[in-house]
């Protein structure tokens, strides 16, 4: 079962190098997960969690997505590319799939996604906020498409940023209701 469950984890986007780094990428697909019932957060392939596996390994060979009805877990990696060796590569909180899950819905359309994941290294490296949500997976970077009171409006998201720079990116992330203007 560890080969099986060790490529399938591969080809869903993360890097396996240790025993230590397959339990922690085994609980980051398991806190990620979004396309059934919540898994147990144990870094442990039990049944429910093998079973969640097989699904999201037969959604990517048809090529469906993986972490939920319209979004894959690779869409979520951190940009770095693996550049850091202390990169866990995908770290997605449920609750932030399901918010994009909400917004998709809301909208009537797809969703691009600009950036999900950063290790400490990486956000450092494109001047992220020191305490980034980023870094907890608890924010993702989107196409700025509606306004932050089209999504208060909603209930989509508690915080919202928006890109000041180039004004196609929002971001949005799972802390308390607040808006802010960066870039």
Not at 44 to 72: Q, V
Not at 156 to 180: A, C, E, K, M, P
């Amino acid at each position: 079962m560890s080969a099986e469950t060790d490529a399938i984890l591969r080809n869903l986007g993360w890097r396996i190098r240790s025993s230590g780094e397959r339990a922690q990428v085994i609980r980051n697909f398991q806190r990620g997960y979004a396309l059934g019932a919540a898994l147990s957060v144990d870094g442990k392939i039990g049944p429910r969690t093998l079973a969640a596996l097989r699904l999201c390994e037969k959604r990517r060979k048809a090529r469906l997505p993986t972490a939920s009805a319209h979004f894959s877990f690779v869409e979520f990696r951190c940009k770095c590319g693996g550049r850091y060796s202390n990169c866990q590569r995908c770290w997605i909180a449920r609750a932030t799939v399901l918010e994009l899950e909400k917004y998709r819905k809301s909208l009537g359309q797809g969703i691009s996604i600009v950036s999900g994941c950063r290790c400490p290294s990486h956000n450092a490296a494109v001047g992220g906020a020191s305490r980034s949500q980023h870094m907890t997976g608890k924010a993702v970077d989107f196409a700025a498409l509606k306004s932050v009171s089209w999504f208060r409006s909603r209930g989509i998201f508690n915080g919202l940023g928006y890109n000041r720079s180039n004004g196609r990116v929002r971001h949005g992330d799972q802390s308390t209701t607040r808006s802010w203007v960066y870039g």
